[in-house]
């Protein structure tokens, strides 16, 4: 069983609504991820949070707004999206620190998103 | 900046024989992390094993070893004794402390099939 645990496994959405992709851990793990992964394609980066602060933004469109709103749980709100946002979207945790570079990623299952 | 290559997209293996999938990685970090992950089709991302930079003596987990040869940058997954649960894709990934230990990059990934 994951230890990181995402909700919904599948969505699918039209380009003029808003939903919300949910992510909760509960190992500890004070660093938090968003990854986006198109098929047979390898995982891209595209926040992360370290102690609930937004430490890194890879130049995501703005349609995806992140939130951690606390050290277990991590957002992602989705608005406006387009056909090509359709990916699979991984939330990830790990142990903080550029010491702890030893700590491996910790995925969720993912959500299936789908924009008609 | 950081780059890994998997030069294999796809690789076969008889049951109960062992296979080696390649990687070679190119960073200017004076420390890093190696990981493989394996992603089974159902989506998730399993933390499969760790090698270190600085680590003189090869990783091994189970049936999963890393064959590491920092002189020639590669980092290969040997996994011994393949099972018919081995069949998914396979990435390495490395995180460099320059980039604050956050920020993992995968390779292409390879497609492991293990026939019975």
């Known amino acids: 069983d994951t230890e990181v645990t995402q909700t919904p496994k599948h969505l699918v959405m039209g380009m003029t609504n808003k939903k919300s992709l949910k992510c909760e851990q509960h190992?500890?793990?004070?660093?938090m991820y968003w990854y986006k992964q198109k098929a047979k394609k390898p995982p891209e980066l595209m926040f992360v949070y370290s102690y609930e602060k937004l430490s890194i933004n890879e130049s995501v469109p703005s349609r995806f707004s992140p939130e951690c709103p606390n050290s277990s749980l991590l957002n992602l709100h989705l608005h406006a999206l387009q056909p090509e946002d359709s990916a699979l979207y991984l939330c990830?945790?790990?142990?903080?620190?550029?010491?702890?570079?030893?700590?491996?990623?910790?995925f969720g299952n993912g959500t299936r998103l789908t924009v008609t | 900046a950081q780059k890994i290559t998997q030069t294999q997209p796809g690789m076969f293996v008889q049951e109960k024989e062992a296979v080696t999938l390649d990687c070679t990685y190119d960073?200017?970090?004076?420390?890093?992390?190696l990981f493989w992950y394996k992603q089974p089709s159902s989506g998730e991302m399993i933390f499969l094993i760790y090698?270190?930079?600085?680590?003189?003596q090869n990783a091994t987990e189970g049936r999963y070893s890393l064959n590491f040869q920092k002189a020639r940058k590669s980092a290969n997954l040997v996994i011994s004794a393949s099972q018919l649960g081995d069949s998914a894709m396979y990435f390495c990934?490395?995180?460099?402390?320059?980039?604050?230990?956050?920020?993992?990059?995968f390779g292409a990934g390879t497609r492991l099939f293990v026939k019975a």
């Open positions: 090698q270190g930079s600085y680590d003189q």
């Open positions: 990830a945790s790990s142990q903080v620190g550029t010491g702890e570079l030893d700590s491996p990623l910790h």
């Open positions: 990934a490395m995180r460099g402390v320059n980039t604050g230990g956050f920020k993992t990059i």
């Open positions: 190992m500890g793990h004070r660093a």
């Open positions: 960073t200017s970090d004076p420390s890093y992390g």
